[in-house]
């Protein structure tokens, strides 16, 4: 006569169960360590990038102060070149110490370091405002032929100033942003060097060719 059959019942697995425990466990200690240490990665690339943005603002106001000589050099050229009575004299200064004395002033900003990417971007605009106006100022002594293209002049000075003016802005944003204070010196360093606001000399005799 048939019998009826109980199926067993599964028997647990305590080593199972223990070892699926023991993961829980050490997911619970891993996560926490694992996101302190990158909480710590974090936090140690910060003090890094503000140390390294420290450092160039330091570089870029010190090298900036020791371009002074050059600046000096070409306001020296353009209070020459103004003193001159004449429109021939006034050619020849320009010629002979205004580009020459603009060309080692370009490239004294040019050898500015500029370590991080946003200060060179705005040392970068200053140095071209500068390169740009030397060339338009020896084209414009190239082209000047008598008293009416010194009118040319002032369009010049006025368009570096202007990207002078820009530059101050940028700069003491970029500072104020890293909590640190422009030096008056760095700042003006640059402005001071553009033509000075005197004008010109009137033809006393016809230009050379």
């Given at each position: 006569?048939?019998?009826?059959?109980?199926?067993?019942?599964?028997?647990p697995r305590p080593?199972?169960?223990?070892?699926?425990?023991?993961?829980?466990?050490?997911?619970?200690?891993?996560?926490?360590?694992?996101?302190?240490?990158?909480?710590?990665?974090?936090?140690?690339?910060?003090?890094?990038?503000?140390?390294?943005?420290?450092?160039?603002?330091?570089?870029?106001?010190?090298?900036?102060?020791?371009?002074?000589?050059?600046?000096?050099?070409?306001?020296?050229?353009?209070?020459?070149?103004?003193?001159?009575?004449n429109l021939p004299?006034?050619?020849?200064?320009?010629?002979?110490?205004?580009?020459?004395?603009?060309?080692?002033?370009?490239?004294?900003?040019?050898?500015?370091?500029?370590?991080?990417?946003?200060?060179?971007?705005?040392?970068?605009?200053?140095?071209?405002?500068?390169?740009?106006?030397?060339?338009?100022?020896?084209?414009?002594?190239?082209?000047?032929?008598?008293?009416?293209?010194?009118?040319?002049?002032?369009?010049?000075?006025?368009?570096?100033?202007?990207?002078?003016?820009?530059?101050?802005?940028?700069?003491?944003?970029?500072?104020?942003?890293?909590?640190?204070?422009?030096?008056l010196d760095a700042?003006?360093?640059?402005?001071?060097?553009?033509?000075?606001?005197?004008?010109?000399?009137?033809?006393?005799?016809?230009?050379?060719?």
């Amino acid at each position: 006569m048939p019998t009826d059959r109980v199926l067993p019942c599964p028997t647990p697995r305590p080593r199972v169960v223990l070892a699926c425990r023991a993961g829980l466990w050490l997911a619970m200690i891993v996560l926490p360590v694992l996101a302190g240490c990158e909480k710590a990665r974090q936090e140690r690339a910060a003090r890094q990038a503000q140390a390294a943005v420290a450092s160039a603002i330091e570089q870029y106001s010190t090298a900036s102060a020791g371009a002074n000589a050059a600046h000096r050099e070409v306001l020296d050229a353009f209070a020459a070149a103004n003193a001159s009575t004449n429109l021939p004299d006034y050619k020849a200064a320009l010629r002979t110490r205004v580009l020459p004395a603009m060309d080692v002033f370009v490239h004294k900003l040019e050898a500015i370091p500029t370590a991080t990417a946003e200060l060179k971007a705005v040392h970068g605009r200053l140095t071209e405002a500068y390169r740009r106006a030397r060339d338009e100022i020896a084209e414009f002594e190239r082209g000047l032929g008598d008293a009416q293209g010194l009118r040319r002049f002032d369009e010049i000075r006025t368009a570096l100033q202007r990207a002078v003016a820009d530059y101050r802005i940028q700069l003491a944003d970029y500072y104020t942003r890293h909590d640190r204070q422009l030096r008056l010196d760095a700042a003006r360093m640059a402005e001071s060097a553009t033509p000075t606001g005197r004008s010109p000399p009137a033809a006393s005799t016809p230009a050379s060719p």
